[in-house]
């Protein structure tokens, strides 16, 4: 069995650290660069990075960040935010990015993901999807829609089916971002996540909602992910990264330990 990873995020608004709760009330919460290597020091298995109103701004993501981010971490570092072309995702890799992830801009031009796998691997391409629960409808039967932008346009596209297709366009990994959840710290969206894992042959990174280390093993076990994203719990000093990979590990998840 695989060893399930435990996953920081940063969303970085104009070079800030910033946190909000269902995607409103954003807040600057700190130094994303400072953050980032303390979490690493601790023992993080993955970090990933999103320039949260790029594509809402539709500009290019801030380089200089990310470049100071990769500067002081040795494991893998995911991407995103306002990537629409494979320039803007050369760009990510050449300034220290190990995964790119695509988001908006594939949901209104999917190829972009087919191209992107193509020209730098699928391992390498993630897509990344903002879910907002709805009435279940002919678009989507699922009951779960895909929205764009920050959270700010639904596409009247079902989420489950837009994992399906992304992963057969090409994306090595799908993180999975529950809006309703998002900053609540009230626990994952166990159905939404259960749903995709089960409907693609990728990892599947469960995203928002995280508050309690119950919470990621729920995910993991019954949800059925391959890793956990946190953010509020450790940005706020709850809880620590190696703290929370200790409850997993007490708890028979298989994760990486320090030693």
Known sequence: MLSKRVVACLDVREGNLAKSVRFINTKDIGDPISKAKEYYDDGLDELVFYDITASSDNRN???DVVQAVAEQIFIPFSVG???????????LLWAGAEKINVNSAAVTRPGLISECAQAIGSQNT??????KRVEV??????????VINGGRKPMGLDAIQWAKQGAAL???ELVVNSIDADGTRDGYDIDLTRQIAEAVAVPVVASGGAGHPDHLVEVLTEG?????LVASMVHYGDYTVSALKAHLHERGVKVRLRF
């Open 170 to 172: 090409g994306a090595g």
């Open 137 to 146: 409808n002919t678009a989507c039967p699922s009951g779960f829609e895909i």
């Open 224 to 228: 059925k992910a391959d890793a956990a």
């Open 81 to 91: 935010g306002g990537i629409r072309t494979i320039e803007d995702a050369n760009r």
């Open 126 to 131: 993630v897509l990344s999807m903002d879910v």
């Open 61 to 63: 993501i801030m380089l």
